[in-house]
């Protein structure tokens, strides 16, 4: 696919950034894409390589390689090349219900298991992937197309994020009669609550809702299942129900000072911000979000989300900004332990940080280190943050190896808010027990391996909630494989494909 000789030809070019000291004067997106005819150049590069790893979506040393979603790289790397955008876009819904979402919020599994990654730079899939749908929307190819045809069959979605809309996506484009819940004001689950405007602006994600709603999917916002109304009601009113309610229940940090003013979870700083920045036009209105200007602030947790949190608090005007990750820093370069087409354990260095460089001169992240004990002033607000060092050590009683204390290593530091991104536990137990479904050890929605039926005849789970928190991706390939199995069970029968 693309050009046989494009790889040799042709280098990478990616997608223009903003400089990290102009960016963090605003929250919009700030990548400057690339030219039709620049971005038919990049194309040329995909190889033919004969097996396309970017596509495979495999899973290897416990990793995933390539496209969960199993999109048709090549061919719509080849189609691009050859100036065919139209049937590019058709090539690509085939296998993605969402590539407004995924071709901005994705890690880009494809080009890391790119076979131009081995000795070189891989092919710009994700840039390609956004210069597909957003010429989609300009041309009209992403119009709405309803259904011909209606099946009577009525389904319940509860929640919103990607797995939620997948499932909303399949199911009506197979005719059913689809209905999606969402405890919020607004639809779209952590893409719209949890993932920050710079990454994806929120208008994109009404886009894509208008077409879905103009396609025939309802939604109703602002209500709770299991709290605002009745699992009951819904069993009774529609013929399946499914639960993607996400991995919404956040790892708490419990040491002694917890219950100072001034800590938050992840998740509701980012909501905040977002909110307000919605109801106001872009712009913050003190008073009306959890504000990190003039503030210490530090960040628990070294991933995505914990970044986020880095680049929203600079973004607010934080007077410092330190970063907590409890394991050991990441290999600059791949490891011989770490091939390719395995997913590259290096250190990766986001949009935040690289932000906090720029202004302070240093990465805001401190390894091996964790939180000991949060301090109070007289009244009772965050003051400062006693730290600890961390060591790898072998649990005597287990064998395995842990991050244990650094005897002597505390050190206290300035701190007025602190922020939680350690992750998710599982699903919200009011919800699986208002509708009685079996959980597993980690209170991830039970089913049989494969299946996404549980064990409550007519209820179905997807997503982060049945498989616990992951990536963008993944929640839409669980939702267009609950699809699937739903419409087979309604049915007898099925003609949605997955892949």
């Known amino acids: ?39 038919e150049i990049q194309g040329a590069r995909c190889m033919a390589c004969g097996v396309p790893f970017c596509q495979a979506g495999q899973m290897i040393a416990g990793m995933a390689s390539g496209c969960p979603l199993h999109n048709l ?66 041309k009209g190819y992403a119009k709405a197309c309803p259904p011909k045809a209606r099946t009577g069959k009525k389904i319940a979605i509860i929640g919103s994020g990607p797995s939620g ?77 499914v639960l993607c309610c996400g991995a919404s229940h956040p790892r708490d940090i419990k040491v002694p000072g917890r219950d100072a003013k001034g800590i938050y979870f992840a998740v509701d700083f980012l909501k905040s911000t977002t909110k307000c920045l919605w109801k106001n ?64 354990r290096v250190c990766k260095t986001d949009y935040g940080q690289q932000e906090a460089i720029a202004l302070w001169g240093h990465d805001p992240r401190v390894y091996q280190t964790t939180v000991k004990e ?13 730290l600890v060092k961390l060591e790898s050590k072998k ?27 350690a992750g998710f536990l599982g699903s919200e137990d009011y919800v699986t027990k208002a509708f009685g479904v079996e959980v597993n050890e980690r209170t991830n929605v039970k089913t049989a391996p494969g299946e996404y039926k549980t064990n409550v005849p007519n209820i179905f789970t997807a997503g982060d909630m049945h498989r616990g928190q992951s990536l963008v991706v993944w929640a839409i390939r669980e939702g267009r494989e609950a699809a699937q199995q739903i419409d087979l069970d309604l049915m007898g029968y099925t003609n949605l494909s997955v892949q």
């Open 374 to 386: 949060f301090v109070k002033d007289k009244n009772g607000n965050l003051c400062k943050v006693v």
């Open 165 to 241: 809309l997948a499932v909303a996506d399949q199911l009506n484009k197979r005719g059913h009669l689809v209905t999606v819940f969402e405890r919020e004001d607004k639809p779209g689950g952590l893409l719209r609550y949890g993932i920050p405007n710079m990454k994806l602006e929120k208008q994109f994600i009404d886009r894509k809702l208008a077409v879905m709603e103009e396609e025939g999917i309802r939604f109703e916002t602002g209500c709770n299942i299991g709290k605002d109304k009745k699992s009951a009601e819904l069993l009774k009113a529609f013929d399946r129900v």
């Open 395 to 421: 649990d005597e009683k287990t064998g395995r190896m842990m991050m244990a204390e650094v005897a002597g290593s505390e050190y206290t530091v300035n701190a007025e808010l602190v922020l939680i991104a």
């Open 281 to 344: 036009e872009m712009q913050l209105k003190e008073g009306e979000y959890i504000s990190a200007k003039g503030k210490n602030v530090i960040v628990i947790g070294g991933g995505d989300t914990g970044n986020d949190c880095v680049g929203t608090s600079i973004r607010h005007g934080a007077k410092s900004v330190l970063q907590l990750e409890m394991m050991p820093k990441l290999p600059d370069e791949r490891s011989a332990m770490n091939p390719w087409p395995e997913w590259p």
């Open 73 to 138: 790289v090549p061919e719509w790397n080849d189609l691009i090349y050859h100036g065919n955008w139209e049937e590019a876009y058709y090539r690509l819904k085939k296998t993605n219900n969402f590539p407004e979402f995924t071709s901005r919020v994705c890690p880009g599994l494809c080009e890391a298991a790119c076979t131009c990654n081995l000795h070189g730079s891989p092919v710009t899939t994700k840039a390609n992937e956004y210069g597909i749908i957003e010429n989609a929307y300009e």
């Open 1 to 39: 696919m693309g050009k046989a000789t494009g790889f040799m030809d042709y280098d990478r070019r990616d997608a223009e950034c903003e400089s990290p000291k102009e960016r963090i004067k605003h929250f919009r997106e700030f990548h400057t894409p690339l030219s039709k005819e620049e971005q």
